[in-house]
């Protein structure tokens, strides 16, 4: 197993959005909800490499990519925001997704930051416990709500 973290650059274009369709294939209606979103992540980063270099890498095993997380540094010191943070589906529970957290965690954590913030959503049971596993603790969660309903934040 060789775990490796590398910089969207070294990819083409389109690969964001397919570690994202992917990751959340288990339920159709995040492709419906979230598809426009997840090509403008895409397009964003490849379009402005140089901030992809600072706050987005892509998790490879082998040379595969099977992940990537990225993450917001507008509100620093005080705040980052994390973006997206997805495995492929034939590689989760196998603690991929951890060492992929921990590494922008690393990487966030270099720049003084006081707080990391991340959303997620109810069925997203598996994100939860990561977050949970590596210090994040529920800050709130919001009912009917149409987007990400559970804020989670991790103090340094």
């Known amino acids: 197993m060789s775990i490796e973290f590398k910089k969207v650059g070294d990819f083409s274009r389109g690969i964001l959005f397919e570690l994202l369709r992917d990751s959340y294939s288990f339920n159709c209606n995040y492709e419906q909800k979230c598809s426009s979103d997840w090509h403008d992540c895409d397009d964003f980063f490849f379009d402005n490499l140089h901030i992809a270099d600072k706050c987005c890498f892509i998790t490879t095993l ?16 005080e705040y980052v925001e994390i973006g997206h943070n997805c495995i492929l589906q034939r590689y989760k529970g196998n603690g991929y997704g951890k060492i992929q957290l921990k590494e922008a965690l690393n990487r966030i954590a ?14 997203l ?17 919001r ?10 934040e991790l103090y340094l």
Do not use: L
């Open 62 to 77: 082998n040379n595969e990519a099977i992940g990537f997380v990225c993450w917001d540094p507008r509100n620093m010191p």
């Open 110 to 123: 270099q720049n003084d930051v006081k707080k990391i913030i991340v959303k997620t959503n109810d069925d």
């Open 125 to 141: 049971i598996p994100a939860q416990r990561n977050y949970e596993s590596v210090g994040f603790t529920k800050s709130e969660k």
């Open 143 to 152: 009912e009917n709500s149409k987007s990400w309903n559970i804020d989670y």
